[in-house]
């Protein structure tokens, strides 16, 4: 049985934040805000060959993606939005109407 002191676990914390932090001390581009639009753009700019750091206010990003709809855990989508879904590799299911729908865990 390993002993850890809360030292130790403190400084892998600390190290491994540290390094995750220098390496996006400079960026191609910031987003600000981790909700659908700000991933979403985050995602085709990261694509195109640019650095880019996500500022989130929240310590989990999807803006009020996680609630999903009436509080329920699915999120309907438009057609537009599948290729999105593809290049993040979020799964989706068609629905009714031409709608598509999401778990709303996995789309954030």
Same mark, same amino acid.
């Given at each position: ?5 809360e030292t130790i676990i403190s400084r892998a914390i ?13 960026? @191609? *581009? /910031? !987003? ?6 700000? =991933?979403? %753009? #985050?995602l085709y700019l990261a694509s195109a060959g640019r650095s880019v750091t996500v500022l989130e206010k929240r ?14 855990? @699915? *999120? /309907? !989508? ?6 999105? =879904?593809? %290049? #993040? ?20």
């Open positions: 049985m390993s002993s850890f002191t600390l190290d491994s934040y540290h390094q995750k932090l220098s390496r996006q001390i400079t960026s @191609d *581009v /910031v !987003v600000v805000g981790g909700g659908p639009s700000g =991933l979403t %753009a #985050a310590l989990a990003p999807g803006g009020g993606i996680w609630g999903g709809a009436m509080g329920m855990n @699915d *999120v /309907v !989508v438009q057609q537009e939005a599948i290729p999105v =879904l593809d %290049a #993040a590799l979020v799964r989706h299911g068609r629905g009714q109407e031409g709608l598509y729908l999401v778990d709303a865990a996995e789309l954030a």
